[in-house]
């Protein structure tokens, strides 16, 4: 099993990013992928998560990243808009079971993570 992510960078805010979950060794019907991310002496947070039929979001993010997933090339997005200096992080995504609403931001769950990419908002 392996999850790589890319896709981050340097961007001013407002501009957009999409970041990429490249997964093998697995298929992702039969597990959710969420996107986390870590800001320099902060705790990991989940962004989004993607099931079959049901993506979450967390409240900060609504309304401007969308996640998606495209089975033909194992590949899970996020697509950010409207990006803010505080969006700046490095950004995970993670393999966990199809999780309810309620369990998708605990970090717990997820038994498989990718490497991280760096998204810097700045002007």
């Known amino acids: 099993v392996q999850l790589q992510a890319s896709g981050g960078g340097l961007v001013q805010p407002g501009g957009s990013l999409r970041l990429s979950c490249a997964v093998s060794?697995?298929?992702?019907?039969?597990?959710?992928i969420g996107w986390f991310r870590q800001a320099p002496g902060k705790e990991r947070e989940g962004v989004s998560f993607?099931?079959?039929?049901?993506?979450f979001y967390a409240n900060s993010v609504k309304d401007r990243f969308t996640i998606s997933r495209d089975n033909a090339k194992n590949t899970v997005y996020l697509q950010m808009n409207s990006l803010k200096p505080e969006d700046t992080a490095i950004y995970y995504c993670?393999?966990?079971?199809?999780?309810?609403?309620?369990?998708?931001?605990?970090?717990?769950?997820?038994?498989?993570w990718g490497q991280g990419t760096q998204v810097t908002v700045s002007s």
């Open positions: 993670g393999r966990a079971p199809r999780l309810p609403f309620s369990l998708w931001r605990t970090s717990n769950y997820y038994s498989y």
């Open positions: 060794g697995f298929a992702l019907d039969d597990y959710g």
């Open positions: 993607i099931n079959v039929g049901r993506k």
